[in-house]
């Protein structure tokens, strides 16, 4: 499974950002697919992620400002950030389990004033 990002950047607290992870290749049989996101400072952490056919689960510190959605085939997923805050900023890194766990390369999200 090949992921694609696409989005991320700068902008403001209390800004809105949107992050956007195409899947290709082997994408039959994708388990979970979601995002999570790093920073020097601490541990991979997630931000949000689909389970199966099952609604999307949030990070504690994400819940009620992000909002994850997919296409019907799922395989392209939207992350809407709003009401961003400086300790959103990271590296997010989109994520798909199939017969392996998969990677994005990355996109930073820097969120100053």
């Known amino acids: 499974v090949q992921l694609a990002e696409s989005g991320g950047g700068w902008v403001r607290p209390g800004g809105s950002l949107t992050l956007t992870c195409a899947a290709s290749?082997?994408?039959?049989?994708?388990?979970?697919m979601g995002w999570y996101r790093q920073t020097p400072e601490k541990e991979l952490e997630t931000v949000a992620l689909f389970i199966g056919d099952g609604g999307p689960e949030y990070g504690d510190s994400v819940k009620g400002r992000f909002t994850l959605s997919r296409d019907n085939a799922k395989t392209t997923m939207t992350l809407q950030m709003n009401s961003l805050k400086a300790e959103d900023s990271a590296v997010y890194y989109c994520?798909?389990?199939?017969?392996?766990?998969?990677w994005g390369q990355g996109t930073q999200v820097t969120i100053s004033s």
């Open positions: 290749g082997d994408t039959f049989g994708i388990a979970a």
């Open positions: 994520y798909a389990l199939g017969a392996v766990a998969n």
